[in-house]
């Protein structure tokens, strides 16, 4: 792995996990699958722009494929 | 339908080799007097070459058909003096508007920067186009094209290609050095030498239709997904010259494309998107499936593919006939120095080499266009939607919008024909680049930078000229051009985009890209260097 290359951060980092965790469910509680589906897309392109970083997203996706 | 313009009928002509039986022998032949057989004829023409084009037609394209011709393919067609009708009679433009439902989702300017000749993009019905290079051609004493010929097989041999074809008059044979098929999507030529042509067809299908109407709609290219007009569906709009517009339809993989062509079904669809009070006219209707496929390779022994015979991509881009005129580009010189033994046929697959590097970048960004027009999955359908709908407020979304990424030249970034850099340069005139253009002034003259070069090896250099006019490597010439001597950049522009500082040089091929740079002029470098881009060992 290359020293240089930013890494993905897989340590505990989320500000009160429970109470995000409420909030995303929360917030998707009264959609209907599609309307999930939607959000949830979206919200992946949010947050990916928001690292920016290629090798960062990169690892994400392996970590979620795997 | 077809009121616009009136279709030339060429006359066909026997050839006195096949009035008299004789076997003639050719430097080249050339399959096809679409843009890109006609391409052909005419850079074959520029490099001495006496070119022969079969074509079983005797007219020029039916329909508007390829519309867009980007700015490389205006500057090699202006290296043949046949660009200034097409740009004079196109329509010219750079800007595009994207939108989602009723909303902009998304702009582009194609060409954000002054001090070019040629415009990012004209929109030109083919038939013109293809009018102006067969009046070029037809100009030319070593052009002669055959119209109603018609190849029907061809033999390879050790020295050359036989050819057997068909005319009005019957069969005959006739030889050449070298072939270059230019044939198109469904190219006979291929299937002649049993060449491979894979990839993927797309399930989906557009609607094509070429719209005569007077309205005041900007010259930008409209692209619309699931419009009010076509829900669920994307539509473009394209503005031409007489008037003419050309709108597409996407259908969807169901859609029956030989009733979605009757005008009782195309008329309704305009109405809806134009509104009920406008008037227009249909001129010419057309429904197609795309596919993003190419050969494996593009030279089998003599005979050299180009264009859609070569490699196919769906539209999305105008990536088409622009990457076929480059293949001509490419190929003109290459097989100009094998014929004349200054190269050895190694030459010619790189050729194949260069654009089939160039061919995978437009295939990668065609079929990426595609799937986002056209999502293959439930999935993708909601990252798709998911990037429409963020795109209309938050700005981070708009690139990810891809309704179709513009046609450019391809650099050829790790050819072998180049030299690579031994030192710093700034900019963008890597080895392997297309030259950009600048704007010069000669003789007191404005006048543009691309136009001094091309055809031949150029040793472009700035600051104190060189002892010598030109230097020599295996019968090959690079000749020396120098900035300030024989033409001033007064504006600074091509010194910039050239990071031409002091003493630098430039080895420039015919087709006006970059070989090699340094930061002094060095004969023995200079030497090395055209050895290496004309494959001499």
New interface residues.
């Given amino acids: 792995m290359n020293p240089n290359t930013a890494q993905l951060n897989l340590e505990p980092n989320i500000d009160n996990p429970d109470d995000f965790y409420q909030h995303l469910i929360d917030m998707q509680r009264d959609l209907s699958e599609d309307e999930v589906q939607l959000m949830n897309a979206k919200l992946i392109l949010v947050l990916a722009n928001h690292i920016g970083d290629k090798a960062v997203l990169s690892q994400a996706m392996e970590v979620a494929a795997s | 339908m077809l009121n616009t313009y009136t279709y030339p009928e060429f006359d066909y002509v026997q050839s006195p080799e096949q009035r008299d039986g004789k076997l003639v022998r050719h430097p080249v032949v050339i399959i096809g007097a679409g843009p890109i057989g006609l391409t052909a004829a005419l850079e074959c023409a520029a490099q001495g070459i006496p070119a022969i084009v079969l074509d079983d037609n005797n007219t020029v394209s039916i329909g508007s058909r390829a519309v867009c011709y980007a700015k490389r393919p205006l500057e090699i067609w202006d290296r043949y003096d046949v660009a200034t009708p097409m740009v004079e009679k196109g329509v010219s433009w750079k800007l595009g508007k994207v939108f989602f439902k009723e909303k902009l989702a998304y702009e582009f300017d194609l060409l954000p920067e002054e001090g070019h000749k040629m415009p990012a993009m004209i929109n030109l019905q083919q038939y013109y186009l293809e009018e102006y290079m067969v009046a070029k051609c037809e100009s030319l004493d070593n052009v002669d094209l055959r119209w109603q010929h018609k190849l029907l097989s061809l033999t390879q041999h050790d020295d050359y290609v036989t050819l057997n074809v068909e005319t009005p008059d019957g069969i005959f044979a006739l030889e050449a050095d070298y072939v270059i098929a230019c044939d198109g999507a469904n190219s006979d030529t291929r299937k002649m030498v049993n060449g491979e042509f894979s990839g993927q067809f797309f399930q989906d299908r557009f609607l094509i239709a070429d719209v005569v109407m007077k309205n005041d709609f900007p010259t930008e290219r409209w692209f619309w997904f699931d419009p009010v007009f076509h829900k669920n569906q994307s539509a473009l709009l394209h503005k031409q010259s007489d008037d003419v517009w050309r709108i597409d339809f996407q259908l969807g993989w169901e859609a029956d494309p030989e009733e979605a062509k009757k005008p009782e079904n195309v008329i309704p669809l305009l109405k809806q998107m134009l509104g009920e009070d406008t008037e227009f006219e249909l001129e010419w209707v057309s429904v197609y499936q795309f596919a993003c496929r190419r050969m494996d390779k593009f030279r089998y022994g003599r005979v050299l593919f180009a264009g859609d015979a070569a490699h196919q991509v769906s539209p999305f881009g105008a990536r088409g006939a622009n990457t076929g005129v480059q293949d001509i580009d490419n190929l003109g010189w290459k097989l100009k120095l094998v014929l004349d033994g200054k190269a050895p046929v190694e030459l010619l697959d790189t050729y194949s080499e260069e654009r089939v590097f160039a061919a995978d970048d437009n295939l990668k960004n065609s079929t990426r266009s595609t799937d986002f027009i056209t999502p293959k999955s ?2 993708s359908r ?2 798709r ?3 429409l ?2 795109a209309e407020q ?1 700005e ?2 708009r690139p ?1 919008v891809n309704s179709g990424r513009l046609s450019t030249p391809t650099p050829y970034v790790a050819s072998s024909l180049n030299t690579t850099d031994s030192e710093v340069f700034s900019g963008c005139m890597a080895p392997g680049t297309n030259c950009a253009d600048a704007p010069i002034v000669k003789n007191g003259e404005d006048t543009w930078f691309l136009n001094q070069i091309g055809g031949e090896f150029t040793l472009l250099v700035f600051g104190e000229a060189p002892e010598v006019e030109s230097v020599n490597q295996g019968g090959v010439d690079a000749r020396v051009l120098v900035v300030g001597r024989d033409f001033e950049d007064q504006t600074g522009v091509l010194t910039e985009r050239y990071d031409g500082q002091e003493s630098t040089v430039y080895l420039l091929r015919p087709d006006q890209h970059v070989a090699a740079r340094w930061r002094q002029f060095d004969r023995d470098a200079i030497k090395a260097a055209i050895a290496t881009v004309t494959c001499q060992h």
Avoid: E, M
Wanted: net charge neutral; hydrophobic share 60%; proline share 0%.
């Fill in positions: 439930k999935s909601f990252f939607d998911a990037v709908q963020l938050h981070f979304a990810l």
